[in-house]
């Protein structure tokens, strides 16, 4: 079952346009957790050379409704917050770390880690929060 949720999940970011445009991955995807990456290329910088919010906030907000999809079905998030913890750059590549911390039968409250990879090491970026709904 667990593959076939993985494999459901690269399906579903491989039919999103903008998903596929940046190149992203899911890594992992089980029951309540999901894991997404993407690599970090000069197109997603801003004018001082740090990788854009923009593009942190929606790695963090597809990681949460991957989670939270992966409990409730077909979802869209209702809402999420962001705090960036440190600018990145110089980095590989991105990863989101999501995980459900409650859901019920309609929503479901994820939380989001986000890292940057350089030269192997991790390092904490930016965390998330969000609601996430079934769709229906």
């Given at each position: 079952?667990?593959?076939?949720?993985?494999?459901?999940?690269?399906?579903?970011?491989?039919?999103?346009?903008?998903?596929?445009?940046?190149?992203?991955?899911?890594?992992?995807?089980?029951?309540?957790?999901?894991e997404l990456s993407l690599e970090v290329s000069y197109s997603l910088l801003q004018?001082?050379?740090?990788?854009?919010?923009?593009?942190?906030?929606?790695?963090?907000?597809n990681a949460l409704t991957f989670a939270g999809g992966s409990?409730?079905?077909?979802?869209?998030t209702s809402e999420f917050k962001v705090n960036y913890l440190r600018p990145v750059r110089d980095a590989t590549s991105l990863l989101a770390i999501a995980d459900v911390t409650d859901s019920g039968a309609r929503q479901a409250v994820c939380r989001c880690d986000v890292y940057f990879l350089k030269e192997r090491e991790r390092t904490l970026c930016a965390a998330a929060q969000g609601t996430i709904r079934r769709i229906g």
């Amino acid at each position: 079952m667990e593959t076939n949720l993985l494999a459901h999940g690269r399906g579903i970011l491989s039919s999103q346009p903008f998903s596929a445009s940046l190149g992203t991955q899911v890594e992992a995807l089980v029951r309540g957790h999901a894991e997404l990456s993407l690599e970090v290329s000069y197109s997603l910088l801003q004018q001082h050379g740090f990788v854009h919010g923009g593009v942190l906030a929606y790695l963090a907000d597809n990681a949460l409704t991957f989670a939270g999809g992966s409990v409730l079905g077909d979802s869209l998030t209702s809402e999420f917050k962001v705090n960036y913890l440190r600018p990145v750059r110089d980095a590989t590549s991105l990863l989101a770390i999501a995980d459900v911390t409650d859901s019920g039968a309609r929503q479901a409250v994820c939380r989001c880690d986000v890292y940057f990879l350089k030269e192997r090491e991790r390092t904490l970026c930016a965390a998330a929060q969000g609601t996430i709904r079934r769709i229906g």
